[in-house]
C-alpha cells in the first residue's frame, strides 16, 4: 500500500486506500477494518492525505512534515480522548504548530492517523512537489555560488570578429 494513494473522506472516520474512481464517486478501503465501501460524490469530499497542510505560525507545512516529527519523537502519542494531552503533546512535539487556526479536533485526527498509518507498516512520504522544491532551491544556490566565483574571476575577453565587406561592381 502506498501513501500517495490513501485518502480521507469527510463523514466517514479513519484513513482509506482509493481503489477506483468514478464521475458519481469513488471505491474505497478502510485501512482500520479493511471494508471497502463506495463513497458518493454528492455526500462525500475526498482529500488525499498528501495534499493536506497544516497551518503553522510561519509558512504551511504538509502533513507529512507534522506526521514525520510525530513518529520520530520520544514523546508517547496521547489519549485522544484527552484533550489537554493532545494540545500540550503538539506543543511539545510541534510547537510551531498555530494554535488559533488548527483545532483540537484535527489534532486528533493526526493523531488517530499517525496510529492508523503505523498499524498498516505504511511509510510516510514528502510530496514530490516538496522534495523537487527543495532539490531545485539546492541547485539555485549552487548556481548563485558559481556566478558569484565567475565574477571574481576576470573573464578573458573574445578576440573582436572582422567583418567582411561586399564587393560591388559597376557597370
Given at each position: 500500500m502506498e501513501y500517495t494513494k490513501l485518502v480521507a473522506v469527510t463523514g466517514l472516520s479513519g484513513l482509506f486506500e482509493l481503489i477506483s474512481s468514478k464521475t458519481d464517486g469513488a471505491i474505497v478501503k478502510s485501512l482500520e477494518d479493511g471494508t471497502t465501501k463506495f463513497a458518493a460524490t454528492r455526500r462525500h469530499q475526498f482529500s488525499h492525505i498528501e495534499s493536506i497542510e497544516i497551518?503553522?505560525?510561519g509558512d504551511n507545512v504538509n502533513l507529512a512534515e507534522v506526521l514525520k516529527v510525530m513518529e520520530g519523537s520520544s514523546e508517547p502519542l496521547p489519549d485522544i480522548k484527552n484533550d489537554t494531552a493532545v494540545?500540550?503533546?503538539f506543543l511539545k512535539v510541534y510547537p510551531s504548530m498555530d494554535?488559533?487556526?488548527v483545532y483540537t479536533s484535527d489534532m486528533k485526527k493526526m493523531v488517530k492517523w499517525l496510529d492508523i498509518l503505523k498499524k498498516n507498516?505504511?511509510?510516510i512520504e514528502l510530496p514530490k512537489e516538496e522534495v523537487e522544491a527543495k532539490e531545485e532551491n539546492k541547485i539555485e544556490v549552487e548556481k548563485?555560488?558559481?556566478?558569484e566565483v565567475e565574477k571574481k574571476v576576470p573573464a578573458k575577453k573574445a578576440a573582436a570578429k572582422k567583418t567582411a565587406t561586399k564587393k560591388t561592381t559597376k557597370e
Open positions: 497551518y503553522t505560525t494540545k500540550t503533546y494554535f488559533d487556526r507498516n505504511i511509510e548563485k555560488a558559481e556566478v
